[in-house]
């Protein structure tokens, strides 16, 4: 089992700070924290596709806030139902 974090600011000008003193403060490794500084309108972000691709049944993922996942409310609904209860296929039991 491993743990991982997420962080996501919406654009390079903002600072992550904030987020990564959570995930410091949780014991995250840094080399498992995954950021990306870009828009939550969708979930085509390179280090949410990174982490999505690592992630194996009984991993655990910290993410600060739920609007840090992303923005869209059904969106976020639909990628918290593929973290929490289907798996993607390349998951490994």
């Given amino acids: 089992m491993e743990t991982y974090g997420y962080v996501r600011v919406s654009d390079a000008s903002q600072h992550e700070d904030r987020q990564l ?52 409310y059904e969106e976020i609904q639909n990628q918290w139902r593929i973290l929490t209860k289907k798996p993607p296929d390349n998951f490994v039991e």
């Fill in 21 to 72: 003193i959570a995930m410091s403060e949780l014991n995250i490794p840094h080399s498992q924290i995954y950021t990306d500084k870009t828009s939550g309108k969708d979930f085509e972000r390179p280090a949410y596709k990174a982490l999505i691709d690592k992630l194996r049944t009984g991993d655990l993922l910290y993410i600060k806030s739920i609007d840090r996942l992303g923005r869209n």
